[in-house]
């Protein structure tokens, strides 16, 4: 059963691979400038391939320093900060794990569960379900921090159309948690789905 699932896993991560790697677009010609001087053309290195940039408006979750601070639970556990992520090269599901990672940019009043050890192998998206790898390297902390690394991602994921529940990986495997005290065996659904 193991075998099974571990062969699911990996043919959705082949296939979200594939949906989330960016498409080649031709780029126009544009006419040669007048005969004085020769045009200088940019130089291309073999191999690389112009990705068209795009960008977002995306609501982000991170930890309310106040609850943080006082663990007075009149203060929300979250509040939500909008940014705009840039993304291309990779799909915006990823750009919006590696924007929290990055963490916020009112610090004064929010802060992410991310340290900055923590390393995001992927994200890949196949039938709903945001498939978040991370390597194992750098995954430690108390259960208050991977709470938090838990409920930024799948509320900030979850609040896309493209995305209804968030399963974690560690080191592109199933685990049981990712710093050893939240079960992350079965996928989350947000608060708002």
């Given at each position: 059963m193991k075998k099974i699932l571990i062969?699911?896993?990996?043919?959705?991560?082949?296939?979200?691979?594939?949906?989330?790697?960016?498409?080649?677009?031709?780029t126009p010609v544009e006419p040669a400038p007048p005969a004085e001087e020769p045009a200088e053309e940019p130089v291309e290195e073999p191999g690389e391939e112009m990705v068209e940039q795009q960008s977002a408006d995306v609501t982000l979750y991170f930890g309310n320093n106040e609850y943080i601070v006082t663990g007075d639970e009149q203060y929300e556990y979250m509040l939500t900060e909008i940014q705009t992520i840039t993304y291309g090269e990779i799909c915006l599901e990823e750009a919006i794990v590696r924007a929290l990672m990055a963490g916020p940019i009112?610090?004064?009043?929010l802060s992410t569960g991310f340290h900055e050890n923590v390393?995001?192998?992927?994200?890949d998206v196949f039938d709903g379900i945001a498939?978040?790898?991370?390597?194992?390297?750098?995954?430690?902390?108390?259960?208050m921090q991977e709470s938090y690394i838990i409920s930024q991602v799948v509320e900030s994921l979850t609040s896309l159309d493209s995305v209804d529940k968030?399963?974690?990986?560690?080191?592109g495997q199933e685990a049981e948690s990712l710093m050893g005290h939240i079960d992350i065996r079965y996928p989350f659904e947000g608060v708002e789905k």
């Open positions: 062969l699911i896993i990996s043919l959705v991560l082949v296939v979200s691979l594939a949906a989330c790697s960016p498409k080649e677009t031709e009112d610090t004064d009043t390393v995001l192998n992927s994200v498939y978040v790898d991370f390597s194992s390297e750098g995954l430690y902390g108390g259960s968030v399963q974690f990986l560690v080191d």
